[in-house]
């Protein structure tokens, strides 16, 4: 029996200060990541979804909204798939800017394999793989989609890719409002398969 977890990362996100936002409250999408939300709904309008889940967070259930709506399903809640905690959310942290500058900050720098300045990657893995396998069996033999946020999603798929965990933020494939669909056979993952609905983003840019 085959079965789609979609992986959606959420649109772009209203954010003048370019501050890294993290799990704090209040960031909803700006004017194009509400089209790319549309986009995204346009795109899977024709797929046979049963279930919609999302991380807590407001850009991740905005960017859900239109999707669960087109086809008639309520926006379901999971923790598993919320945003990696940081210990610099609510700063700028670009390199040569902000934060990173701060001498206090630099304990929090000093190994970049876990990492130091916040949640693990193998518990942002775990818990991700997790919310995808409680979308699967929600789903079984149709398709879920579930929205999260960037360095979850790229997290989960070196871990089922038998990738290191630690990257370079640089060359991470997951644009915004991007789809990193994992198809199933019962519980076992046969492939993976990305695609850019609402068109390539520069992992780079701070605030998306």
Avoid at 47 to 54: G, M, R, W
Avoid at 61 to 67: F, R, W
Avoid at 68 to 85: K, N, V, Y
Wanted: aromatic share 6%; hydrophobic share 40%.
């Amino acid at each position: 029996m085959t079965t789609v977890v979609h992986m959606l990362r959420h649109g772009e996100v209203h954010n003048p200060d370019k501050v890294l936002y993290g799990r704090l409250p209040n960031f909803r999408l700006s004017e194009r990541g509400q089209r790319q939300a549309l986009t995204v709904a346009e795109s899977v309008a024709g797929h046979d979804l049963a279930y919609v889940v999302a991380s807590p967070l407001q850009r991740a259930q905005e960017t859900a909204a239109p999707i669960a709506a087109g086809h008639r399903l309520d926006i379901a809640t999971d923790e598993g798939l919320i945003e990696a905690a940081n210990v610099f959310e609510g700063q700028r942290v670009a390199v040569g800017d902000g934060a990173l500058r701060q001498p206090k900050a630099w304990p929090h720098l000093v190994n970049p394999l876990r990492p130091s300045w916040g949640e693990p990657y193998v518990e942002i893995a775990h818990r991700m793989l997790g919310a995808v396998h409680r979308a699967r069996e929600k789903a079984e033999g149709r398709e879920a989609l579930c929205v999260s946020h960037q360095l979850p999603i790229w997290t989960l798929r070196r871990f089922l890719e038998a990738k290191r965990l630690w990257h370079d933020p640089r060359q991470r494939q997951c644009s915004l409002a991007s789809l990193t669909s994992l198809v199933f056979d019962g519980e076992s993952l046969v492939e993976i398969v990305y695609s850019e609905p609402a068109g390539a983003t520069d992992p780079k840019v701070t605030g998306a």
